[in-house]
Every structure is written in structure tokens, then in C-alpha cells.
């Protein structure tokens, strides 16, 4: 959790998360077993239970490897997003696209069609193309066909050093498993991330895999579908810039949910109750000139 501090600074805490105050049960299958997946990794496996979680009237799965089975440095993978090593990050993301379709088969949920919110979730492409090949008796090529139309990849990040890419080495004892049950080398999955004749040695992009996964890819805005088409023009070396296929979508914002409470009362009170019905009403830039600096500095911090 992230805020200001009396000097301006942002800051990040970390609450403790007990899991019994929350409003969380286990997944279970259609026999009530709870749900357990598990992926291979350089250091074995690594197993992980299913959370579930309504959001209204959205069930949420969270994976979680805190538990038993797990060897303590394993245990920690789920702890923390964002962790500083990239060996871990790499367990995260194995584990969201792999162990998440995993997780998905077990409950029996089979979706036609699969968003890709950035290339976090990219190695479930790969799961999918086994699970295809295994559920209609296909070939890896036919499989190769079918991803990408069932799969839209979602870009939010206009700068390319904001984007995960690993190293090869780091890479390949994590993608063997997955060579493996696809029958194929293991530099062969590596290439699905990798640019245009860029070498074995290039390094894995997340953007890569997701977007060549995906036959509809997208960025957040009208310009930011401009700066992601500048920016990966080099994966599409044959199509002139605005022929790249990554199109967009307007992000909105449901201004109740991600303003905070003071703020909000802050607004209310200068602007009026109902700004949030027109929040890009000119007079509301004109209004916001009047809140006071100490009292949009306490709102803040």
C-alpha cells in the first residue's frame, strides 16, 4: 500500500493479511476437493492452493504457495508482487499463466476466449496450446493457430525498459517442462519471445509472447495505441508504423472506486455533489483552484 508522507515522499507498507478475517473460502472441485496445482521450476516443484473470492458477483481466484508442501524459499513466491529477484518474478508468472489454467481445468472452467491484461499472465499461452492439443487431438501447429484467435493481449506500458524481459539462461530450466510436454526443443518456446531474427541469446519479452499469442492487441488510449505502435514497430519489421496491429481502447474510470474518501469529501464540498456525474466540466477545473493548499495537502496525506 503506497502514501505520501509529511514530506511529500511516497512510501509503501505492507500489511499483514490474515486470511481468516477476509472473505475467502478454497476452491474446490466437482468432488469438494480443494484445489491444488502445481508447476516445475528449476528448484522442483512448487505447488499452490486456489482462493476464491466474490467481488460482487464475480468470483476472484488468487493462487497461493503458502503451504506445507512447499519448501520455505517456495512459500514466499505469493507473498509478494513485484519482488526484487528476477528468478522469483519468473516463478510468479509461471505460476499466474500456467498454474492459473491449471486452477481453471481443475474447477472445470474451459474459457473460448482469454484477456491477457500485459504479459504478467503470457506463459498461459503456452498451457493452452497443451490443453488444446490433449482436448481435441490436435497438432502443435493447428494449436499455434488456434491461440491467437481466442486471445486479445491487453499493453498499458508506453516505455520498452517497463517491460519484463529475462535472460535466456535464466529462462530455459523453466521453459523445459513446458518443451517437454509439447514434444518440441526448448529453444523453440524460448523464440516465441524473442524479436525477429534477434539470436538464441536475445532476451525472453513478456510483450513478445503475449502479443504473438494474440491475434487483437490493444493499448490504453488513442495515443498510447500511437507511442505502442512506434515503439514495437521492430516486431513487425514488414508493416509500415501504423499498419502495426495494436490498436486501442479508451480506459475508463469509475471515479467513486479510486478516489479516496477525503478527497472525494474535499470535492464535494468546493465543487459539488454531483462533479462526479461531470467530471470533465469545465467549471470544475475553475473550482478545485479554490480548495485551499492546506486543506488538499491533509486530504493527501
Same mark, same amino acid.
Given at each position: 500500500r503506497q502514501f505520501l508522507d509529511q514530506d511529500g515522499w511516497q512510501q509503501?507498507? =505492507? $500489511?499483514?493479511t490474515d486470511i481468516y478475517h477476509l472473505p475467502l473460502e478454497r476452491a474446490k472441485d466437482r468432488q469438494d476437493n480443494d484445489i491444488k496445482v502445481s508447476i516445475d521450476g528449476p528448484d522442483g516443484k512448487v505447488h499452490a492452493v486456489v482462493w476464491r473470492l466474490m467481488v460482487g458477483c464475480i468470483p476472484l481466484y488468487l493462487l497461493d504457495t503458502n503451504i506445507a508442501e512447499n519448501s520455505p524459499e517456495a512459500r514466499e513466491i505469493t507473498a509478494r508482487l513485484y519482488a526484487g529477484e528476477q528468478k522469483i518474478r519468473v =516463478?510468479?508468472?509461471i505460476l499466474l499463466g500456467v498454474g492459473g489454467m491449471r486452477a481453471l481445468d481443475a474447477m472445470g472452467i474451459h474459457p473460448a476466449v482469454c484477456h491477457l491484461n500485459e504479459?504478467? /499472465?503470457a506463459f498461459s499461452s503456452i498451457e493452452r496450446l497443451y490443453q488444446i492439443m490433449t482436448a481435441h487431438h490436435v497438432n502443435l501447429?493447428? +494449436? !499455434?493457430?488456434?491461440i491467437p484467435r481466442t486471445t486479445v493481449f491487453t499493453t498499458h506500458t508506453p516505455v520498452a525498459a517497463g517491460n519484463e524481459e529475462f535472460h535466456p539462461d535464466l529462462m530455459r530450466p523453466f521453459l523445459k517442462p513446458l518443451a517437454e510436454r509439447l514434444n518440441i $526443443?526448448?529453444?523453440?518456446?524460448l523464440s516465441w519471445g524473442q524479436a525477429p531474427d534477434a539470436g538464441s541469446d +536475445? $532476451?525472453? /519479452?513478456m510483450f513478445v509472447l503475449g502479443s504473438r499469442m494474440s491475434q487483437y492487441c490493444n493499448g490504453v488510449s488513442k495515443l498510447h495505441g500511437k507511442v505502442s505502435r512506434q515503439l514495437w514497430a521492430h516486431i513487425?519489421?514488414?508493416l509500415p508504423e501504423n499498419e502495426v496491429p495494436i490498436t486501442h481502447i479508451t480506459n475508463g474510470i469509475h471515479i467513486p472506486s479510486w478516489l479516496s474518501h477525503e478527497?472525494? !469529501?474535499?470535492f464535494d464540498r468546493y465543487i459539488g455533489p454531483e462533479w462526479c456525474l461531470h467530471p470533465s466540466q469545465p467549471d470544475n477545473e475553475e473550482r478545485i483552484d479554490h480548495i485551499y493548499d492546506e486543506e488538499l495537502w491533509r486530504a493527501h496525506v
Open positions: 509503501e507498507e =505492507y $500489511p499483514e =516463478y510468479q508468472e504479459g504478467h /499472465s501447429k493447428t +494449436a !499455434l493457430e488456434i $526443443p526448448v529453444e523453440e518456446v +536475445a $532476451p525472453m /519479452s513487425w519489421r514488414d478527497m472525494a !469529501l474535499l
